[in-house]
Structure formats: structure tokens, C-alpha cells
């Protein structure tokens, strides 16, 4: 299974040998919770290298069958055998290939950093695999990554740019954020992420059907012009593939009309425009409370997700809210605690509502996506990179 590659025989046998030893010391074996152990570890490149301050990172996390993160809850640290391979070699880095990984009990994941060295040689671009086995065991599937290792040797046109507005990055590190199991899942390979989704949201809105229990009756008291239109929530579909590490067009292609990407808790993001010679001002009167509403049978927001931002427990003006079909994040309508306006309110943004910058996901840098509170709310003139697919 590519991008996830499974070391659950690996696992199961460290995590009974684990308990049989510590069952053995202070109690009998609990066979229930042998038989229903079912954990998988998950190894990803989460960045790039470069020469020149920029170190490789491999994210390890403990994942189950539906990739949800899940944490070690074993009483004892869980580990297994590391090794590096590829073109790059133990000479390029700083930092020492360790032998051993390891998760802490009462935790998820953890984090391999290796600093590459800063040479005079030229190399040009190499990479590096990470990969994770058990020792002392048979024949088992193996959890693995591969990095990019970049070289600042060369031509000095090929240098990277003191103030990049592009860099690798992998996006399947946000995969377990899609939070509402029920109606969306992720997957990955090297190549794409697969996003499938029913488009079902997961709060209340008057346009599910009134014997669901998410429906409630909704009222806009201060708008008079307040309406419910004639559509309705229904199970979708929806098949996004992004591009796994996104990156600018040579030539940005304009959104659909229709989805045009899709957010943590399933629901399809829709443009700034409205179909056919409808006004998207007057649609506005159509929102339920959550600021979405449907198209036929195909809920959606054109704005800000307002349960994602506002009102779910635990939400964040500033956090993670999904995807464009270019791979590149949404994020909230505030960053570092200011609220970021588009370019034709004198903000932060260009002109596809988006800019380069660290995010808490991405600290190193990548460009994302924002809300704002204005028109046009999601994105302004068109993908920022290359879009991949939606399909019914």
C-alpha cells in the first residue's frame, strides 16, 4: 500500500511481546485486548532537505485501518529498527542515521530529523529513505519514505531564492484532520492524495430532510430577503485527487463551477460565482446558519465555513480547513491572530486569495489558501497550481 505502507505484523508481534513480558511481571495476559490490537505505522517525508539550513523530516505516526492517528497506549515505549538507504549517503548529513525509532507510550507520533551538511560539492539532487522494521522477526511488510536532498552547489541560477514563494511540500501529512469519519475518507501514494467524500456536513442545517436528526428549522430575523431555496441535502460521491506535493502552474486554469474543493468535515467548496445568470449576492439569502446550502442534492459552501471557524467545539479562525483540487491548503480567516483581508482590500493575498507563507502545519513554508470574510470569500482568479480531479 503506497504513501502508507503497513508494519502491522511487525507491530502486533512487538506490542504482545511487550505485554507478555509486563503481563508476565504483575498480571495475567489479557487475550481480549491481544486479539483486538490493530495499529499500523505510518511513515511520511513530511519535508525536503537543502543544503544550506533546510533538514530532511520524516513524521512517524501510529495510525489504525482507516489511517486515523491513534496513540500507544501500552505502558512502554514502542520502537522498531531504522535504516537509511538512497543516493544520499551518511556523508551528507550532520546528524547521525539513528538505528532505532521510537514512540513513547501515550503517544502518537514522533519525528526524525536529519541536518544536512552544507558542502562544497557539487551533487546536484539526491534523496533518502527512511525505513522501518522489527528486528528478529520473519518476513513482514515494511513501513518506508523517501526525501529529497537539494543541493546549493551550481549554477548561482539555480540557487533558491532568499524569499521563496514555493516550496516541496507533502500534503498527505494532513490527511488525519479530515475529522468526520462518517462522511469522508483519505488515502495516498506517491503521487496523489484521494479524497472521497458523501458531502454530508456534519452540523444542523433545514436542508436535510426533517426526519434526520441533524435537521433544524432555520430563520434569518434580520433579513428579510431570507429564503429557503428548493434543493436538498443527499448523499454524494465525490472522488478529489490533489497532487500530492503541489506546485505552481506555468498557466493558472480557472475553478469549475461545482465543487472546486473540499474541507475537513466533507462538504464540497464552491467559487464566488453563481450558476448560470443567477446572482451569487442573492444566493447569499439562501445560506442556513452554517453558511452553506445545496446545489440540486449537492450541499456546499461559496464562503466561510462558519462551523469550521466559529462554532464547532474546538474550532479555529485559523486552522486547516481543506483542500483546492490543486493540492494546496485552505486555511482560516486569520493568521497569527490577524484577520487577513484579499489584495483589493489592501491585504496579504494575490490574485488567486492566497500567499507563501509558515503555517502550523507547514513551518517551513507553503502556499496556502485563506477565507475572508469578503467577497470572493475562497479564491479570486484561479488556481495557484496545476488541479487535479473531481469526479462524481
Given amino acids: ?18 505485554i507478555f513480558v509486563r503481563c508476565t511481571e504483575e498480571e495475567p495476559i489479557d487475550e481480549t485486548l491481544l486479539s483486538e490490537l490493530n495499529i499500523f505505522v505510518q511513515a511520511v517525508a513530511s519535508q525536503d532537505g537543502a543544503e544550506g539550513g ?11 485501518d482507516s489511517e486515523k492517528s491513534v496513540i500507544n497506549e501500552t505502558g512502554t515505549t514502542l520502537s522498531a529498527t531504522a535504516t537509511f538507504s538512497g543516493t544520499a549517503t551518511a556523508d551528507d548529513f550532520s546528524s547521525e542515521f539513528i538505528e532505532t525509532v521510537s514512540i513513547a507510550d501515550g503517544a502518537s507520533s514522533t519525528t526524525v530529523e536529519l541536518e544536512v551538511l552544507d558542502d562544497s560539492i557539487e551533487e546536484g539532487e539526491e534523496t533518502i529513505t527512511l525505513t522501518l522494521s522489527a528486528a528478529s522477526l520473519g518476513t513482514i511488510e515494511i513501513a518506508s519514505a523517501t526525501a529529497k536532498v537539494m543541493d546549493n552547489d551550481g549554477d548561482e541560477e539555480e540557487e533558491e531564492e532568499e524569499n521563496p514563494t514555493s516550496t516541496v511540500a507533502d500534503i498527505s501529512i494532513l490527511a488525519s484532520k479530515f475529522y468526520h469519519s462518517d ?37 434569518e430575523p434580520n433579513n428579510q430577503d431570507f429564503k429557503k431555496n428548493p434543493g436538498s441535502i443527499g448523499e454524494q460521491n465525490l ?12 498557466s493558472h486554469a480557472a475553478t469549475p463551477m461545482g ?28 445560506f442556513d446558519q452554517y453558511e452553506g446550502h445545496p446545489a440540486g442534492t449537492t450541499y456546499h459552501y461559496h464562503t466561510e465555513p462558519v462551523w469550521l471557524t466559529q462554532h464547532r467545539t474546538g474550532a479555529d479562525n485559523e486552522a486547516f480547513i481543506g483542500f483546492l483540487l490543486d493540492g494546496f491548503p485552505v486555511y482560516g480567516t486569520h493568521e497569527n491572530g490577524v484577520e487577513v483581508f484579499s489584495k483589493d482590500d489592501g491585504g496579504i493575498l494575490d490574485d ?10 507547514f513551518p517551513n513554508g507553503i502556499y496556502h489558501y485563506h477565507i475572508t470574510v469578503d467577497y470572493p470569500w475562497i479564491n479570486e482568479d484561479g488556481f495557484y497550481g496545476t488541479a487535479g480531479t473531481v469526479s462524481k
Fill in 239 to 250: 472522488v478529489f485527487k490533489l497532487p500530492r506535493y503541489p506546485a505552481e502552474a506555468s
Fill in 54 to 64: 533546510k533538514s530532511v523530516k520524516f513524521d512517524i505516526t501510529l495510525v489504525d
Fill in 183 to 219: 462522511g469522508v475518507t483519505v488515502t495516498f501514494d506517491d503521487t496523489w492524495v484521494t479524497i472521497t467524500s458523501k458531502d454530508l456536513p456534519d452540523h444542523k442545517s433545514m436542508y436535510y430532510s426533517a426526519n434526520d436528526p441533524l435537521y433544524e428549522d432555520y430563520s
Fill in 259 to 286: 465543487p472546486m474543493g473540499v474541507t475537513i468535515n466533507s462538504v464540497a467548496l464552491f467559487n464566488q460565482n453563481a450558476a448560470g445568470d443567477d446572482d451569487i449576492f442573492e444566493e447569499l439569502n439562501t
Fill in 352 to 361: 488567486y486569495h492566497g500567499h507563501f507563507g509558515a503555517t502550523d502545519d
Fill in 1 to 18: 500500500m503506497k504513501g502508507r505502507n503497513k508494519i502491522l505484523t511487525a507491530l502486533l508481534f512487538s506490542l504482545v511481546t511487550v
